[in-house]
């Protein structure tokens, strides 16, 4: 297993855990909110890291700064914030099936436009592991009765929020290889914050008017930024520097199957055949993919 594929599956696992603490934060806190104030955590942990650590600053010229800006915007202001709502209409099981559109929208964006190629067994394997989160995505959703309405207009969010997520590492990959890691996840960050910042503007809001009688669960917001944001984007951000894109994004949708199991440990949700058969599936794919 190299660096790259590690970082990638440590990136799904930290997220798998992240879905489970957003969908209870979702449940007082609207979408846009929550986003502004687990990146502005994010970005307190990551300029202390940047500070101790003593990191050299990355070598950047405008185009790349800008680029890494705008991947921050795309991936973290619009994407997390329509991710969020679609959370909030679909709950984690279905949201979890969208996920399995993550892979193939980084694969044709690679070969596009980063002349990728996958081999067959690589292809096996990510044949494996879509099947392997349809099957989990299927068993999910057939126990919740959503609105169609609702389940549409989340369905919707759900598709772009992953599309836009793919767009956003497409983009910044050609400026990852020897750029000090640590500073490309504060700059995209701070792409994040900046989109954020327009659309509580262009929406004529405060931040603070929308804290104002809201009782914040700081202990989970602090966990989920630094589980599912500060760590899950270093592991995520880090697979794609040193893993092919493609290669990396497969290995991403292995937290639909981490979703299913922790919801086993930690919420005693049923652990069906089916479920099993999708969570075996998805492993079976990442050892193709790690061998390929």
């Not at 983009?171 to 327009?198: D, E, N, S, Y």
Request: glycine share 10%.
């Amino acid at each position: 297993m190299g660096l790259g594929e590690a970082l990638s599956i440590g990136s799904a696992l930290a997220w798998a855990v992240a879905v489970i603490i957003y969908k209870r934060l979702g449940e007082t806190l609207p979408p846009l909110l929550l986003n502004l104030l687990k990146n502005l955590l994010v970005l307190g942990m990551l300029l202390l890291s940047v500070l101790a650590l003593r990191t050299p600053l990355p070598h950047l010229d405008a185009l790349g700064v800008g680029v890494t800006l705008l991947s921050g915007l795309l991936g973290m202001a619009a994407a997390d914030s329509l991710y969020f709502a679609a959370l909030n209409k679909l709950g984690a099981g279905r949201a979890g099936i969208l996920g399995n559109l993550y892979s193939p929208f980084v694969i044709v964006l690679s070969v596009l436009f980063l002349g990728e190629t996958m081999r067959p067994l690589q292809w096996l394997g990510f044949v494996l592991v879509s099947l392997g989160v349809l099957v989990v995505g299927h068993a999910q959703g057939q126990a919740a009765a959503v609105d169609r309405a609702r389940a549409r207009r989340g369905f919707i969010q759900g598709i772009a929020a992953i599309f836009l997520m793919a767009v956003a590492i497409v983009l910044i990959k050609p400026w990852l290889a020897g750029q000090p890691l640590l500073w490309m996840v504060l700059l995209r960050t701070l792409g994040g914050l900046l989109g954020l910042g327009l659309v509580f503007a262009w929406r004529r809001q405060s931040p603070l008017h929308c804290l104002r009688g809201r009782r914040l669960r700081w202990p989970l917001l602090l966990l989920a930024a630094f589980i599912g944001q500060y760590v899950a984007v270093l592991l995520w951000v880090g697979g794609y520097k040193y893993a092919p894109a493609t290669v990396a994004a497969i290995l991403n949708e292995t937290s639909s199957a981490f979703i299913v199991l922790l919801a086993a440990l930690l919420l005693r949700e049923p652990l069906t055949p089916r479920k099993l058969i999708g969570v075996s599936c998805t492993l079976a794919g990442v050892a193709c993919l790690l061998l390929a």
